[in-house]
């Protein structure tokens, strides 16, 4: 099984910027498709970034042009650098992984929550404006 834990989050202004981390252990992090999610207060999870096993971003509509998802395999951590940040982008962020054979799986659904089996805790990013 995957244990992720997040890191990076905190408080800025608007326009200001944020860099996520997640470490991932337990399983072979090449293999790993791997996205983040938010969740604001009263609000439903939604998929904000993924990246496959060969590293071939997905983003959401809200985010492009202002995120970056990218995975660095010497330390096991998809990043999410995050810029141009709004009050709308505060909530809680989680990094999901599944395991995959073909790096094609992780295209398929790749924002979608249920596609994925392990979830870290979070980390709360607040944009004040």
């Known amino acids: 099984q995957v244990q992720l834990a997040e890191s990076g989050g905190g408080s800025v202004q608007a326009g200001g910027s944020l860099r996520l981390s997640c470490l991932a252990s337990?399983?072979?992090?090449?293999?790993?498709?791997m996205a983040w999610f938010r969740q604001a207060p009263g609000k439903e999870r939604e998929g904000v970034a993924a990246i496959s096993s060969d590293g071939t971003p997905t983003y959401a509509d809200f985010v492009k042009g202002r995120f970056t998802i990218s995975r660095d395999s010497s330390k096991r951590t998809p990043t999410l650098q995050m810029s141009s940040l709004k009050p709308e982008d505060t909530a809680r962020y989680y990094c999901?992984?599944?395991?995959?054979?073909?790096?094609?799986?992780?295209?398929?659904?790749?924002?979608?929550?249920?596609?994925?089996?392990?979830w870290g805790q979070g980390t709360q990013v607040t944009v004040s404006s």
């Open positions: 337990g399983y072979g992090f090449s293999t790993l498709c």
């Open positions: 999901a992984a599944e395991p995959s054979g073909f790096a094609s799986y992780c295209y398929v659904g790749a924002l979608r929550g249920g596609k994925y089996n392990s």
